[in-house]
């Protein structure tokens, strides 16, 4: 991979920076190399090592569990995203987290959209425990769209059995739905959607892009995988899914993401891309001309 490596600089659609604020009152152990801290020296170090040149910087998503917790972590968190990134100004740059109930953070967010210092906003439905539904008619939807701000939404799994009998639909289908709804805006799914059955319908949807994120989770953690999977793809390895979704023309919907530090290591993560046999155009678009363009950066 090192001679690809130097040929390709990368654009990473989806670093985590902060800390999971809950850790101290709950164990999550889904899969054993997951960190719940990352710091802005660590993520530049990073970028260092693997000739990446910018980053989309998202705040840790603190799942909420039955515990004392303030909900409104997100608040403290953007604020250390906001530092870090304008500390990093043209590497770095934030999308924020997006809490469609909370007037505090709407209010925020729609500033910072119409001063310029965010380029996207993140939906984590899993951490704030809130269904995908409740952005429809949000008014930050709006000012996003007026901004061409992307939504990102995190496409959950694992727990989908428990969260569908709570009433909240967590799969990229719903996610679809709000995207449908939503025309005027773009979408980010995140997690090439779980590998969900509708990825396709989301991938041929204009107004939704699809990010690569943890897809090397795939092979150490069963359930990265959606319940209701896509056949022809669920079997494949990271590397063969993005062969096989540039065989069907998507190149361009592609965005890498490493979602560092909740994948296997960020060098696993590259790799998929670099040693799949496309050709050079389409991995140059998946590992930065897509987020360029799309992101504006
Ligand atoms: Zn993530």
């Known amino acids: 991979m090192a001679r690809d490596q130097a040929r390709h600089v990368s654009i990473d659609s ?28 660590e993520i530049i170090k990073i970028l260092n090592t693997f000739n990446v040149e910018k980053a989309v910087v998202i705040p840790f998503p603190s799942p909420r569990m039955a515990n004392e917790e303030d909900e409104f972590w997100y608040h403290y968190e953007n604020d250390l995203t906001l530092c870090a990134c304008e500390e990093y100004k043209n590497r770095l740059y934030p999308a924020l987290a997006f809490h469609p109930y909370d007037k505090r953070n709407i209010e925020f967010l729609i500033r910072m959209i119409k001063e310029g210092k965010v380029i996207g906003l993140k939906f984590h439905p899993r951490a704030i425990q809130i269904p995908y539904e409740a952005l429809i008619s949000n008014p930050v939807l709006e000012i996003a769209s007026e901004y061409d701000i992307p939504i990102i939404l995190h496409i959950g799994s694992g727990r989908e059995e428990e969260f569908r009998r709570r009433g909240m639909d967590i799969s990229l289908r719903s996610a679809l739905y709000v995207s449908e709804a939503h025309r005027d805006n773009i979408f980010i799914f995140t997690h090439l959607g779980r590998l969900h059955r509708c990825l396709e319908d989301a991938l041929r949807a204009d107004n939704v892009y699809v990010d690569t994120s943890a897809l090397t989770l795939k092979g150490i953690w069963n359930g990265f995988v959606a319940i209701d999977a896509w056949a022809e793809i669920v079997d494949l390895s990271p590397r063969e899914i993005i062969e096989f979704l540039v065989d069907l023309g998507f190149q361009d919907k592609l965005l890498w993401g490493s979602d560092m530090p909740f994948c296997l290591s960020y060098e696993a993560e590259l790799s998929y891309v670099l040693d799949a046999n496309i050709d050079e155009r389409s991995k140059r678009r998946i590992l930065y001309e897509n987020a360029r363009k799309i992101f504006g950066i």
């Open 14 to 41: 989806h670093i985590h920076i902060g800390r999971d604020v809950f850790f101290s009152s709950h164990k999550i152990e889904y899969y054993p190399c997951m960190k719940t801290a990352q710091s802005v020296g």
